[in-house]
């Protein structure tokens, strides 16, 4: 009914468009011919839909949004064809414009009535996920609780505590959670290397071995390692699952959504370690077929998508007039990289973890990452970040409303990989960059500094996978980086985390090695002060952290001499290095920026506003917010692998069997509160 008197406006207001005869209809014949439009545009919709957009995976996720509108617009001409006498008539221009309205219309009309009608809602619920029905012959359902973890990328204990608390909290739903005592939140210390890819590793497969930063460099192949790379991230998951003999936290009827990596799970979305892999592309995005089957859903996102990219152009805009600090460029592609981010992803993710609830699915493990890339660009204490915030808050309340029609119940986890910290860029500080520091003391030329800085962030990898775009362009561009003589070093940056490898000295080089070639090298880096420490092996003492006046921690005896370069970077700071030092591919200098111990600001190597990576200030304390009834270990949470552990005995807690009581499921909660464990 409704599309049909939209149908009816439509025609009333558009002059080229029509549906009556050229001589005039009565308003009941045209009430009828719109009712066989919209039927028509409905059925089609119903029926052809979900078979372009299957045909269409093999097309860039972004251009699919794009092509929305035509492929709508497209069947609705079509469905004018069909109405009784040839009295419909539109230009393609405007068929395109009428199907966009039809389904925002249809989208919020369904959603209305849904809220005061839950069996419509799950209906919605379940025709989006594609739930089939049950046949005789299928083996029953499980009955436990299965566990929704939803990653919050990059949003760090203290910035979520701060969106809980106040008169008027930016997360509602999270803060009614802790208001109400079915969740506790808990914070933990990441690695060194405090960025997802170290974390995730971790979290799902229980190893981050050898993952000393973002990026590092690899003497013995010569190439670049990147963590959002999809061959990257497929080797970091095979030596992962070599190391410790197990597929990953998800392996047993488990679901894996917009990460990394797998975690061993069979069924995965948006996935960097699958996505490069052949047979295994479509599956990797089964995710956009998933959303993008409904045509309500790709309108509403497209539509979203547009306004985010409006909202990115105004708050930048608003940024430069505040002349705001730090502040970091953010135009070029980027408001497209950030509504990608934070529209495309969220909604798809979204989507696929409610089908994973539907389905019964054990464990579910999903990335959001709309915070990180906006707190990259604009600060993790922005504004701007904490809007993006609201936003997640609210597609939590969906999931969660989404149990309640789910065959068992869920439990809901909530973690971070790692938090961010604030502070003017390393170049922007001190008007040269870590690799010009360098290669002065190196006593070489300085190189042009004509191209572009990198920003490091993650969103440009999955947009990049998404639009199918091969790896090996980005991977050329990365690794030109390090191209040039072999006896000139190679030096990246992991957000405040800069490696230096010299590419000619076989292994790790050592103190005594680096000093004989560059005698200037170590005190031009230990006494700037933009740089906290760095971290050098020497041939009889082993792993050192140098810092300014001389000061020296040794850290395999734990001898400090001078003022000890770690003290400000916190307890536990020793652990976390002398752990990172044993990796096989940790780099002859890892150099740590300086920390403001009062606001905990950092000095990126990259173009960040907000940075993770290293060490100092919120970046290593990401958060956990887990059900109450769940068992906390009484010392606190070190690393991403104590995480993996953890996760492991709750998922043990809710499985079946071994025989041991399980708790009887909670009543479903009413509307918007998380069901509790």
């Known amino acids: ?73 497209s069947l609705l001409l079509v469905a004018l064809d069909l109405t009784p006498g040839g009295r419909g008539e539109v230009t393609p221009v405007t068929a395109v414009v009428i199907a966009a309205v039809m389904s925002a219309a249809s989208s919020a009309t369904s959603t209305a009535l849904a809220v005061r009608d839950d069996a419509a809602y799950g209906r919605r619920l379940a025709r989006l996920a594609g739930r089939r029905r049950r046949r005789a012959g299928d083996p029953p359902l499980p009955t436990s609780p299965g566990t929704v973890f939803l990653q919050l990328d990059g949003v760090g204990h203290d910035v979520l505590r701060s969106a809980l608390t106040g008169g008027s909290p930016a997360m509602p739903t999270l803060a009614g959670w802790l208001a109400d005592g079915t969740h506790r939140l808990t914070a933990w210390r990441t690695d060194w290397s405090s960025q997802t890819g170290a974390s995730q590793l971790a979290i799902l497969h229980g190893s981050n071995h050898d993952v000393p930063a973002f990026r590092w460099f690899e003497k013995e192949t010569g190439q670049v390692m990147v963590c959002n790379r999809p061959s990257s991230a497929a080797e970091l998951e095979r030596r992962a699952v070599a190391r410790t003999g197990c597929p990953g936290l998800l392996a047993t009827d488990g679901a894996s959504r917009g990460n990394l990596f797998t975690g061993g799970a069979e069924q995965s979305a948006l996935v960097m370690s699958v996505a490069a892999q052949r047979g295994k592309f479509s599956r990797s995005r089964s995710g956009y077929f998933a959303y993008f089957s409904d045509p309500a859903n790709a309108v509403r996102t497209a539509w979203s998508f547009v ?24 135009g070029g592609l980027y408001p497209v990289l950030r509504a990608f981010a934070t529209v495309v992803e969220r909604d798809v993710a979204v989507a696929a973890v409610v089908g994973d609830m539907l389905a019964g699915r054990t464990a579910v493990y999903a990335d959001l990452v709309a915070y990180d890339e906006v707190a990259h660009h604009s600060g993790p204490h922005s504004r701007d970040a904490r809007k993006v915030l609201a936003r997640l808050d609210r597609s939590i309340r969906l999931v969660t409303d989404a149990a309640r029609y789910a065959p068992r119940p869920y439990r809901f986890v909530l973690l971070s990989d790692h938090g961010q910290s604030g502070g003017a860029t390393f170049e922007d500080a001190y008007g040269e960059g870590l690799r010009e520091v360098v290669r002065a003391g190196c006593g070489l030329p300085p190189v042009s500094r004509g191209r572009s800085r990198r920003t490091g962030t993650e969103a440009r990898a999955a947009a990049r996978s998404a639009l ?67 971290l050098v092996r020497g041939a009889e003492r082993g792993p050192l952290a140098l810092g300014a006046d001389g000061g020296e921690h040794e850290l395999a005896t734990g001898r400090v001499t001078g003022p000890d370069p770690l003290a400000p970077f916190g307890p536990g700071a020793a652990a976390a290095v002398l752990r990172a030092d044993a990796f096989p591919h940790t780099a002859d200098l890892m150099v740590n920026s300086a920390v403001d111990p009062r606001g905990g600001a950092v000095h990126a190597f990259e173009e960040q506003a ?57 009543a479903r909660p009413p509307r918007g509160r998380a069901p509790a464990a």
């Open 1 to 73: 009914m409704v599309a049909t008197a939209t149908l009816a406006v439509l025609a009333w207001l558009l002059p080229d468009f029509r549906i009556e005869a050229p001589s005039g209809d009565s308003p009941t014949q045209i009430a009828v011919t719109a009712g066989y439009g919209a039927g028509a545009f409905g059925v089609l919709s119903a029926l052809v839909w979900p078979l372009l957009v299957r045909a269409l995976l093999l097309v860039p996720a972004l251009v699919l949004g794009a092509l929305v509108f035509f492929l709508n617009g």
């Open 468 to 534: 199918r775009r091969p790896e090996r362009g980005r991977r050329a561009a990365e690794e030109a980086e390090c191209e040039g003589p072999r006896s000139e070093p190679v030096v990246l940056a992991s957000g405040n985390l800069g490696l230096v490898a010299f590419p000619d000295i076989p292994g790790r080089a050592t103190l005594e090695e680096i000093s004989r070639r560059s005698p200037g090298l170590l005190p031009a880096l230990t006494a700037h002060p933009g740089v906290g420490f760095v």
């Open 307 to 330: 306004a985010e990219v409006g909202r990115e152009i105004g708050e930048s805009t608003a940024s430069r007039l505040r002349r705001d600090r730090p502040r970091i460029g953010r």
């Open 610 to 666: 907000g940075s993770h990576g290293g060490l100092g200030g919120p970046q290593s304390h990401p958060f956990l917010l887990s059900p109450a009834d769940l068992p906390l270990p009484e010392t606190p949470l070190v690393g991403a692998e104590a995480l993996h552990a953890l996760f492991h005995t709750w998922l043990r807690l809710g499985a079946p069997e071994p025989a041991p009581a399980v708790p009887e499921p909670a």
